[in-house]
């Protein structure tokens, strides 16, 4: 497998994501990978020879190497420090293929870390005088020509609840609503000004905001209220992004067809990752919404995870015969490369993929 060889091309993922017209080849776009699933591939391709671990950029020239070799035209990055402290963790056995042998970790629903405002007033909320851009600026220099980043500009509504809890957000709404708005005001300000920094990198071409905010019927909270209290920050992070002439994708898992319309013209999302096929596959969401937004992966987490190689091939044509067209797709799981996922499987997407002709 992989034996057909990819250049990355930056200029032409960027041409793919604005659908200027049906791409020659298939793109690639992953949210992440399980540290587990990359490790197993280096092991597997041996793909590190040359690198030196003792180099203080070895992180970095290992992510390069294995993106390339697996297609990627952009790699992830960002600000080291950006960061949400939460001891409101539960943790169990990660009983994985790959398994995690820190364990696999959840967010409690029911014990939030802020559910005062005195908790709200002494959270150490990140201070940017204590970001490190090392990574960020190290790839300004020595990242190939032909690649690009995109950077993680993430949760505002995701990290309201993680702070909050679930249940603690659904109470607040009513019982505690300016404590809610403190929330989003505070947290949507920070993700502004990360994304005011990365857009300063050249070679940052996409921020890739995150937001799961639904589940398999209806958003999480009422739609009215993402879109009043969440969607102007992201508005905000997109809005620099495009005046920087870069692009604003969205990673956001749940039933979101009561908010599309606002994501796409309230907030000017670019392209929308995350699909199930229980919820809407894409190649529906393709015909639904593709001549709006770029759409990004969708070959089903369930199929990957217990499908057969040759099914989660069969899917991959599929999808393509249907996305590929007029450009607008990027080819990948249907929310991030987890390590329950049979590497068979995944290495089959990617396969098929480069086999793939219209």
Same mark, same amino acid.
């Given at each position: 497998?992989?034996?057909?060889?990819i250049?990355?091309?930056?200029?032409?993922?960027?041409?793919?994501?604005?659908?200027?017209?049906? !791409?020659?080849? $298939?793109?690639?776009? *992953?949210?992440?990978?399980?540290?587990?699933?990359?490790?197993?591939?280096?092991?597997?391709y041996d793909l590190?020879?040359?690198?030196?671990?003792?180099?203080?950029?070895?992180?970095?020239?290992?992510?390069?190497?294995?993106?390339?070799?697996?297609?990627?035209?952009?790699? !992830?990055?960002?600000?080291?420090?950006f960061?949400? !402290?939460?001891?409101?963790?539960?943790?169990?056995?990660?009983?994985?293929?790959l398994?995690?042998?820190?364990?696999?970790?959840?967010a409690?629903?029911?014990?939030?870390?802020?559910?005062?405002? *005195?908790?709200? *007033?002494?959270?150490?909320? !990140?201070?940017?005088e204590?970001?490190?851009?090392?990574h960020?600026e190290?790839l300004?220099?020595?990242?190939?020509?032909?690649?690009?980043v995109y950077a993680?500009?993430?949760?505002?509504?995701?990290?309201? $609840?993680?702070?909050?809890s679930?249940?603690?957000?659904?109470f607040?709404?009513?019982?505690?609503?300016?404590?809610?708005?403190?929330?989003?005001?505070?947290?949507?300000e920070?993700? $502004?000004?990360?994304?005011?920094?990365?857009?300063?990198?050249?070679?940052?071409?996409i921020?890739?905001g995150?937001?799961?905010?639904?589940y398999? $019927?209806?958003?999480?909270?009422?739609?009215?209220?993402?879109?009043?209290?969440?969607f102007?920050?992201?508005?905000?992070?997109?809005r620099?992004a495009?005046?920087?002439?870069?692009l604003?994708?969205?990673?956001?898992?749940?039933?979101?067809?009561?908010?599309?319309p606002?994501?796409?013209?309230?907030v000017?999302?670019?392209?929308?990752?995350?699909?199930?096929?229980a919820?809407?596959?894409?190649?529906?969401?393709?015909k639904?919404?593709?001549?709006?937004?770029?759409?990004?992966?969708?070959?089903?987490m369930?199929?990957l995870?217990?499908g057969?190689?040759?099914?989660?091939?069969?899917?991959?044509? *599929?999808?393509?015969?249907?996305c590929?067209?007029?450009?607008?797709?990027?080819?990948?799981?249907?929310?991030?490369v987890?390590?329950?996922?049979?590497?068979?499987?995944?290495?089959?997407?990617?396969?098929?993929?480069?086999?793939?002709?219209?």
């Open positions: 497998m992989l034996d057909i060889p250049k990355p091309d930056i200029e032409g993922l960027m041409r793919n994501l604005r659908r200027e017209g049906t !791409p020659e080849r $298939t793109y690639y776009m *992953e949210l992440f990978l399980d540290r587990e699933v990359e490790d197993a591939i280096i092991a597997r590190l020879q040359g690198l030196d671990p003792a180099d203080p950029y070895f992180e970095l020239q290992r992510r390069i190497a294995l993106y390339r070799f697996l297609g990627y035209d952009a790699i !992830p990055a960002g600000i080291i420090g960061v949400f !402290p939460r001891d409101n963790l539960n943790v169990t056995d990660d009983t994985a293929g398994a995690r042998q820190s364990g696999r970790t959840w409690d629903e029911t014990r939030g870390v802020i559910t005062s405002w *005195e908790d709200f *007033e002494r959270y150490p909320w !990140p201070r940017s204590s970001y490190d851009l090392s960020l190290w300004e220099k020595n990242l190939p020509d032909d690649m690009g993680g500009c993430h949760s505002i509504f995701e990290e309201v $609840t993680w702070l909050m679930y249940q603690g957000l659904c607040a709404l009513y019982d505690q609503p300016d404590l809610v708005d403190a929330m989003f005001e505070r947290i949507g920070l993700h $502004t000004e990360a994304a005011g920094i990365l857009v300063q990198f050249s070679r940052v071409r921020l890739f995150g937001d799961d905010m639904g398999k $019927t209806s958003t999480m909270i009422p739609a009215r209220i993402l879109i009043e209290k969440s102007p920050w992201h508005a905000r992070s997109a620099l495009h005046e920087h002439g870069k604003y994708l969205l990673h956001a898992c749940g039933n979101l067809a009561e908010v599309m606002a994501l796409i013209e309230q000017q999302i670019d392209g929308r990752h995350s699909f199930e096929d919820i809407e596959p894409v190649t529906v969401a393709k639904r919404w593709g001549d709006r937004v770029a759409l990004l992966g969708g070959i089903d369930d199929l995870a217990r057969t190689p040759e099914q989660v091939r069969q899917r991959v044509r *599929e999808t393509l015969d249907v590929m067209p007029g450009g607008g797709y990027c080819l990948g799981s249907g929310n991030t987890a390590n329950y996922i049979p590497l068979e499987n995944y290495l089959a997407m990617l396969d098929e993929g480069r086999r793939y002709t219209a």
